[in-house]
């Protein structure tokens, strides 16, 4: 679940969903809108919300996906990138999408797709500890 402003999104693990929720009067929430993240059955357990992106991932297809939100009530999708095997966690700073994967110790550093000049990187657990802990700081 991410706030932003009046609106709540939230991912559905069970039938891969976006949705998006307005709790502008918070007695009378309003789903805006739902968004098919991929076929999974096994929808992502993550996501970030930053500005007018949502940046989650579909595990059927194992692909990081940004959806538009500009328009709440008409998400689109912008783009999606490759991320490997058994996406698990995911958080976004900068250009930046950091994935974690079921069963390893890596953490994938991704450019995202509008900024991507590089290839796929990965660190390790001890580096990402670090990542955490400095983002604490900020």
């Known amino acids: 679940i991410e706030v932003q402003g009046r609106y709540i999104y939230v991912t559905e693990t069970g039938n891969a969903n976006l949705f998006i929720i307005d709790v502008s009067n918070p007695a009378v929430p309003v789903l805006l809108a739902t968004f098919s993240l991929g076929t999974s059955t096994t929808g992502p357990t993550d996501l970030a919300v930053i500005g007018k992106y949502v940046y989650t991932y579909d595990r ?7 959806i538009d939100i500009s328009n709440p009530t008409s998400p689109a999708l912008v783009s ?34 509008f900024f991507r000049k590089y290839p796929l990187q990965s660190i390790k657990r001890e580096q990402f500890e670090k990542f955490c802990k400095h983002l604490l700081k900020i």
Not at 99 to 111: A, E, F, P, Q, V
Request: cysteine-free.
């Open 60 to 66: 059927a297809n194992n692909l990081l996906k940004i």
């Open 80 to 113: 999606s990138t490759a991320i490997g095997t058994g996406p698990r966690g995911l958080a976004v700073s900068g250009r930046f999408a950091y994935i974690t994967h079921d069963n390893s110790d890596d953490l994938k550093k991704i450019i995202i797709p």
